[in-house]
């Protein structure tokens, strides 16, 4: 069967590899039938995820249709039942499973990163992560998981009605937490340096928008806040600078929600954690709650699909459009892989 590998650094092809087995007690097996490119699988293809080792087949934001079931498979899931699926692994063991927090398990293996993804014709998976809907498509089932990365920081901001969200970054990621901030009725201000992704954002949910090249960022949240600074700042980007912002900029007892990697050391005015008493939280990856909302986000039509899917592309093309979005990053937002 056909698969897409990340063979070394800035290479990736069209390999053949053997169909998986027929699928084990507890398992599906599953025709992918969408896949979409997470920015990691970028990551990897330029050679700076230290969590990968090649060859790599990447993926993990999935549409597929059930093929087979093994034994001991609830009848919940039947052949031919279109599906989406959570593409972590937790061991159950470690400090945060013990906690409930099994989306960050010390051991996670993630599909197309850990281990090998989603980017080939079959795969076996446990039915316990399985999510489906009855309404949403295959292409929407793939936009689920990426977005749930956006919810989960939402939640792990405790973002409310009367909170004033700044969201950092108007990539996809991004775009998914001003959908989960939208959807739980917050301000939602997002801040980015190009406008066409601002207006990307609005339709997404954001409220107000804010260009940080042409505007000053600290004025214009005063004046939104009556001069206390937003109450939650979620960081999307991944940059010193904007790693800073944040604590520069939000309320005293606010929150401040970091999803994205620093790219280097931050220098941070320690002061500002002190003073203001400030709640600050990593993001990383998504509970099952947060697949829940993001479903029934899609189903109420509220997110704007074809505008975030840039390219669909099928699976011959993938590694050149893989290329392609090494070089020009910001001409993407989404690419899909159709199998």
């Avoid at 804010?210 to 937003?230: C, F, K, V, W």
């Amino acid at each position: 069967m056909k698969a897409i590998s990340i063979t070394e650094p800035n290479k990736a092809e069209l390999i053949d590899i053997a169909e998986p087995s027929a699928p084990a007690s507890g398992e599906v097996r599953l025709r992918v039938r969408q896949v979409g490119y997470c920015g990691s699988d970028l990551t990897s293809f330029r050679g700076l995820n230290p969590m990968v080792s090649y060859p790599r087949i990447p993926g993990h934001e999935i549409g597929a249709t059930i093929d087979a079931r093994g034994a001991d498979v609830p009848t919940k899931w039947s052949v031919g039942q279109n599906v989406l699926v959570s593409p972590y692994t937790s061991c159950g063991k470690c400090a945060a499973c013990k906690a409930g927090r099994v989306n960050t398990c010390r051991i996670n293996q993630t599909m197309g990163v850990q281990r090998d993804g989603a980017l080939t014709e079959y795969i076996n998976v446990p039915h316990e992560k399985l999510f489906t809907s009855a309404t949403l498509s295959l292409e929407e089932m793939a936009l689920v998981e990426p977005l749930t990365v956006g919810f989960h920081a939402v939640a792990r901001g405790e973002v409310t009605e009367s909170d004033t969200v700044v969201v950092f970054g108007c990539g996809a990621i991004g775009l998914g937490v001003i959908a989960g901030a939208s959807a739980r009725k917050a301000r939602v201000v997002a801040v980015d340096i190009d406008d066409e992704k601002l207006a990307l954002a609005k339709r997404c949910g954001a409220t107000d928008t804010i260009n940080s090249m042409s505007d000053s960022l600290h004025e214009r949240l005063q004046a939104m806040t009556e001069g206390e600074g937003p109450t939650v700042m979620i960081e999307a980007v991944g940059l010193p600078a904007t790693f800073k912002v944040c604590v520069e900029e939000v309320c005293f007892a606010g929150r401040v929600v970091y999803i994205g990697y620093a790219k280097a050391p931050v220098d941070y005015e320690t002061k500002y954690f002190v003073m203001k008493e400030l709640d600050i939280r990593g993001s990383r990856n998504a509970m099952p709650d947060d697949f829940k909302a993001v479903i029934a986000h899609l189903e109420s039509g509220a997110f704007p699909t074809d505008a975030v899917i840039t390219r669909t592309v099928p699976i011959s093309e993938a590694p050149a459009a893989l290329a392609a979005w090494n070089d020009n990053p910001g001409a993407i937002t989404k690419i899909h892989v159709t199998l």
